[in-house]
């Protein structure tokens, strides 16, 4: 595959960003060609394209190859150019998702092509040479973001159709540009060379020609290479429904003990922890790392282990059958395994005011990353919440936003705040903090302006402005598509060892005949864990603990069972 070389004069090579682009060692070289096959390169010669799902790891040997992107209207744009020791490449590879970007070859030479499968194994027998590639894919792919290449979706922030597109790409960590029809003057005149009208929007552009028209969630994962085909009608071992914390912790320990274990997220991979700009007190990243960089490298450990990770994937229901569980999927499909780890976590509750569902679509957020910082610009916001999300998120947006109110019900800051986040709260010139306050009304015609707030002993209101309200007061289970199946506590979680054989759970669906292992439900074989887990402590540690450590119980019922436990 060739394509004529517009310009043959030397490309310099991108120096090395942070580590994006080390240069192997001959060592390193040695090894990976003898899992390879080296091959003469011509100049022009594409060595794969945007959207390639099968392509080999290629380590540069001689002369140059270019990283480009197509942008729209068929124009190439270069991302990198690599030279010998180098190796192309990013994320996708390792995650088994197309290619984002293409490589021709500019300079000829000679390249040494590994089959991924090979990588894999290489990558976890050889800890240097896999730490190197991991650590230069997680760059890459954060420079890709930064770039702003890949996808184009174009919509307007007052649809939570374009909301939920930017979320879907931010929290799968898809590298993506967004076009606003509201502000962005180059809007327009992109949707008039794509033939689309402003009411059609959003729409999605994928390798700079394909437009996908308000994709749903599903649609865009299958159109870009996300979701695994392959993902339909299967069996496993061990299903995990759920990829946050607990669910990927699950995964890495089911995975790399041998069983095969496939994990469903309906929406992205890092559940609540995945919205966290910054989490603090997680045991060895003294400076915090974010929620988005954490799922990041669970899912490359997982993956790497051979776990099969498919989102999105919302299960629907959960069924008994011929000695199976079966975990039905939103779209028809269905898995059976001989267990199930649930790890659906929570979500966050909604206040209870008029207009609320209306100010949903435009002006109410549940989580707060860069997401919603973009969408919100440098307006006035507010935060609802005494807890430590309702915190994280006021420092975050503090550095976003022009003011930030934060509304607490309780008398202080710090009834259910961390002492670090009440002092640097307290530091923050733009926040003003509310207590015993409570939000009454929501005022403004499509989207948010002001928010009517009363002191609950006082009574006296006062009106805030906002264009936009950060709401975190507490959380509800991710419980409902569980229907009757398993014994729940009366506020919806999943109750688990001696508390789901108790008294009162007896003659609910699933009971068992035995006493339940730790972290069983009423069904023998289906385990929870993390937060959707009655009882749960609502960390990331405790659900990363439960998700291992409901891996060792699984072996135990298959022991019991008669299954291959280890
Ligand atoms: C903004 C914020 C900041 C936080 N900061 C911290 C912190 O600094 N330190 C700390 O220790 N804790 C923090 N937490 C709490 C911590 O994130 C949670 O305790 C942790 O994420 C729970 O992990 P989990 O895996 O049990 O569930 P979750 O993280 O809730 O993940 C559950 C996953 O299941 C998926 N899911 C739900 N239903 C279905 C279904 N039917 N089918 C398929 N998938 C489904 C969801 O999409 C989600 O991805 C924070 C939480 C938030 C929201």
Redesign the pocket.
């Known amino acids: 595959m060739d394509v004529p070389t517009a310009d043959p004069a030397p490309l310099p090579e991108t120096p090395d960003l942070q580590g994006a682009y080390p240069r192997l060692s001959d060592e390193q070289v040695q090894i990976l060609s003898a899992h390879g096959e080296r091959r003469a390169t011509r100049p022009g010669e594409i060595l794969y394209r945007t959207g390639d799902e099968n392509y080999d790891f290629f380590v540069v040997l001689a002369g140059t190859v270019a990283v480009v992107e197509q942008e729209d209207g068929g124009a190439e744009r270069v991302v990198a150019v690599h030279g010998p020791g180098r190796f192309l490449g990013e994320l996708s590879l390792l995650c088994d998702q197309a290619a984002l970007l293409t490589a021709v070859v500019h300079e000829p030479g000679q390249v040494l092509a590994v089959p991924v499968e090979r990588l894999r194994e290489l990558v976890s027998q050889d800890p240097a040479l896999g730490d190197l590639v991991l650590r230069a894919y997680l760059i890459r792919r954060s420079i890709l973001i930064e770039l702003g290449v890949g996808l184009r979706i174009i919509g307007s922030r007052f649809s939570s159709d374009t909301r939920r597109l930017l979320e879907f790409a931010a ?1 799968n960590l898809l590298p993506h540009r967004w076009i606003d029809l509201e502000r962005d003057r180059e809007a327009e005149e992109l949707l008039s060379q794509l033939g689309v009208k402003p009411e059609d929007t959003p729409v999605v552009i994928w390798r700079g020609e394909q437009v996908l028209r308000n994709p749903s969630n599903p649609e865009l994962a299958r159109s870009i290479g996300l979701l695994d085909p392959s993902s339909g009608s299967i069996s496993c071992d061990l299903v995990v ?9 699950a995964a890495v320990y089911g995975a790399s003990e041998g069983l095969t274990t496939v994990v ?19 045991l060895g990243f003294p400076s ?1 790392i974010s ?1 988005s960089e954490l799922a990041g490298r669970a899912v490359i450990q997982a993956e790497k282990f051979g776990a099969r990770i498919n989102v ?5 229901a959960l069924e008994r059958r011929d000695g199976h569980h079966v ?1 039905k ?2 779209g028809g499909s269905s898995i059976a395994a001989r267990t199930v780890i649930i ?6 509750r909604r206040l209870d005011l008029p207009r609320m569902e209306q100010f949903e679509e435009t002006s109410v957020y ?4 860069q997401v919603e910082a973009r969408v919100c610009g440098n307006d006035p916001v507010a935060v609802v919440g005494g807890g ?2 309702a915190g ?2 006021t420092v975050f947006l503090a550095q976003h936003a022009a003011r930030v109110h934060l509304v607490v019900r309780e008398d202080a800051l710090g009834r259910n705040m961390s002492r670090y986040l009440v002092d640097r709260i307290e530091r923050l010139g733009n926040v003003e903090v509310l207590c015993d306050t409570e939000v009454r009304e929501l005022r403004g015609d499509d989207t948010l302006e002001a928010l009517v707030v009363e002191n609950n002993r006082t009574g006296e209101r006062r009106t805030l402005a906002a264009r936009a309200m950060f709401v ?1 007061i507490g ?1 509800q289970p ?4 569980l229907a009757d199946q398993l014994a729940l506590d009366d506020n919806g979680y999943i109750r688990t060892g001696a508390d789901a054989a108790s008294p009162n759970t007896a003659g609910q669906a699933g009971q068992a005949d035995r006493r339940p292992l730790p972290l069983e439900t009423s069904r023998p074989g289906v385990f929870a ?5 009655s009882g ?9 603990g ?2 291992a450590m409901a891996v060792r119980l699984v072996h135990d019922h298959l022991q019991q069972v008669g299954g291959s436990g280890q």
Do not use: C, M
């Open positions: 929290r429904v759920g990829a946050g914390p607990a669910g990927l912790a469903l997220d309906g929406v992205a991979t890092g559940g609540q922890a995945g919205t966290s700009s910054r989490i603090e007190n997680y915090g929620g999105p994937a919302e299960a629907i975990v999927l939103d790890a659906t976590g929570a979500r966050y549940y989580a707060a990353t430590n999300s994280q998120a975190f959380v991710h419980t409902r598509w864990a993390g937060d959707v887990r749960s402590v609502k960390r990331v540690a405790s659900a990363v439960e998700g």
